[in-house]
């Protein structure tokens, strides 16, 4: 097979399929830099808040709602605990980085 390039790929073995966190304890974040010659940054939160880590993005929540109504109350509920302090507990948890408290704030002021 001259000219062909053959890969192979070791994985370790398991009696079952490993559960996501398994996967997930192995692994782990690099620091990265936006191109080749610049610093790289840790994936902490303020590189990432800050944009110098450049592997990031916002995750958003959307809704459907029908034009010039208010949203309905138990969305709006879901969203005032999501912007919460508490919400923000739970985003923490589940290994993600919370919102500043002041975009939290300014989200909360529009859910009235």
């Known amino acids: 097979m001259a000219g062909r390039l053959k890969l192979s790929v070791l994985m ?3 009696n079952e399929a490993p559960t996501i966190a398994e996967v997930v304890e192995r692994v782990r ?13 840790d994936a902490d939160y303020e590189n ?3 944009g110098k880590y450049p592997l990031s993005r916002m995750l958003y929540i959307y809704v459907a709602k029908k ?7 138990l969305i ?12 923000q507990q739970v985003v923490i948890k589940d290994g993600y980085l ?4 002041k975009v939290s704030a300014q989200m909360l002021a529009q859910t009235k």
């Open 98 to 101: 919370p919102l500043p408290a």
């Open 12 to 14: 370790p073995v398991f």
């Open 29 to 41: 974040a690099v620091p990265l830099a936006a191109k080749e010659g610049d610093p790289a940054f």
């Open 48 to 50: 990432v808040l800050s």
């Open 76 to 87: 709006v509920e879901f969203l005032r605990f999501v912007l919460s302090k508490e919400g």
């Open 67 to 73: 034009p010039n109504e208010p949203l309905p109350p």
